[in-house]
């Protein structure tokens, strides 16, 4: 089960005089040359100039720009602006946001979690992983010596036990700052007595994977080089290379919130409807709906939620017509993935990837070649990307539901990518994990 540790975390201080809000920034991933440079346009000491060194993200730069992003780190260290903790403390971390008119606060905290293998301990993935997307992070994190964005990880906690430990005497916050609409504030507990009560309970618990799965690839291969670099050899419990910074959030959190990805679709031509009928009459009606461009977010957030299961919207780019694909079929996955169980076969998301794009879309309307595939959590920017040039279609999705995580887990298997979007992101620059 899952071990954790408090630790002496590297932070902003507010002694600098600085606005917090115009220091974190999101995850590297979501950023191109516009967005960092509005970033650092708002502070020069915004986390982005260490986090994201070379555009666009996922791509590999040359040593020398992670070199460079090292010695800005250090020269922040040195004039101040940055500082590690004396004390290893757990962190309470709180997002506050607004979402379709209600105040949500996401309660959880920020702690290390001992390393283990994908399937052979306690921390539990549930999307892929690819190996190209971790080298950009490898190089940072070779570099600079430091861990800089956490991993997401969920937990149960039916009765809210390590949240009523960690704030029953939080007071005004260490950190506090607000970005894209959201409040983002850290706290500070150094009480063993907490502590040990957190870790003793943590530690009967398995640890699920929410975002960061690449980071958290990352993670295992900087250990496996430390690794490397002690003989072979496995290296002392308590070395840095050993753990990886979490976001830990209880499953049963108020504030916890899973958005679908939408799939945007290009690369098929001209899409014929009728034709496609046609190729899905088994497993889906396609029934045509009076829902408008402008509409859209209205459906996918108030009315496929509360149609039957494996429902699904298929929105037209040129003709700017919304279907709705009622499934008749939930079991068409079986006979295509005989070996993936049940659980994961009734995944929606597995329908639209594994039937509809796989089986439908690509062989039958692409000719055999790759779909171009977007995503979005944001049902109303499907309508404008979807216009019949660079995306002809768009297939409007439910979020997957919150135990599925749980139900996978438990059959060691893993979702398509992209099967889930918890909102919002963490903040980027909350707290910074040393590795040396």
């Not at 902003?12 to 346009?41: C, H, T, W």
């Not at 308590?238 to 830990?248: D, E, I, K, Q, T």
């Not at 309307?365 to 019949?388: C, H, M, R, S, W």
Request: glycine share 8%; proline share 7%.
């Amino acid at each position: 089960m899952a071990d954790i540790r408090p630790f002496a975390g590297i932070k902003y201080q507010p002694g600098m005089r600085f606005d917090l809000s115009n220091v974190i920034a999101p995850p590297y991933d979501v950023l191109d040359e516009r967005g960092k440079a509005a970033l650092q346009a708002k502070d020069p000491h915004n986390i982005v100039t260490v986090d994201l060194p070379y555009l666009p993200p996922k791509t590999v730069g040359p040593d020398e720009v992670y070199q460079k992003a090292n010695i800005t780190l250090q020269s922040w260290m040195s004039a101040g602006v940055l500082a590690q903790d004396k004390r290893r403390a757990l962190y309470p971390y709180t997002q506050t946001y607004e979402f379709h008119g209600k105040t949500y606060h996401r309660r959880g905290m920020i702690a290390l979690v001992r390393l283990s293998p994908f399937g052979a301990g306690q921390v539990i993935p549930h999307e892929k992983t690819y190996k190209g997307a971790i080298e950009d992070r490898l190089k940072l994190m070779r570099a600079t010596g430091v861990q800089l964005s956490p991993i997401f990880g969920l937990f149960a906690d039916t009765h809210h036990e390590v949240n009523n430990v960690l704030y029953k005497n939080a007071g005004k916050p260490e950190l506090d700052g607000t970005f894209d609409g959201v409040r983002n504030q850290l706290w500070s507990v150094i009480d063993s007595d907490a502590e040990n009560r957190v870790i003793e309970f943590l530690g009967t618990k398995p640890i699920y994977i929410a975002d960061g799965h690449h980071r958290y690839t990352t993670a295992l291969q900087f250990q496996f080089e430390a690794e490397q670099a002690n003989g072979g050899k496995p290296l002392p419990e308590g070395h840095p290379a050993n753990w990886c910074m979490f976001v830990l959030v209880s499953m049963h959190d108020d504030g916890l919130i899973i958005l679908p990805t939408h799939r945007l679709i290009g690369g098929i031509g001209t899409f014929n409807l009728n034709a496609f009928k046609l190729a899905v009459a088994d497993v889906f009606d396609v029934v045509e709906t009076a829902v408008k461009p402008e509409h859209l977010p209205t459906y996918a957030n108030e009315v496929l939620p509360v149609q039957p299961a494996h429902t699904l919207g298929l929105y037209d780019g040129a003709t700017r017509k919304l279907y709705q694909l009622n499934c008749k079929n939930r079991d068409v996955l079986a006979p295509l993935e005989p070996n993936q169980s049940e659980a994961w076969r009734r995944l929606d998301v597995a329908i639209l990837q594994r039937y509809l794009l796989d089986e439908v879309m690509q062989p039958k309307f692409a000719g055999g070649k790759d779909l171009l595939k977007g995503y979005t959590a944001y049902a109303e920017e499907i309508a404008p990307q979807v216009d019949g040039k660079k995306f002809q279609l768009a297939l409007i999705i439910k979020s997957t539901p919150l135990g599925a995580l749980e139900q996978l887990g438990r059959h060691g298997e893993v979702m398509p990518q992209k099967s889930t979007f918890f909102y919002p992101k963490l903040a980027t620059g909350m707290v910074i994990n040393p590795l040396r």
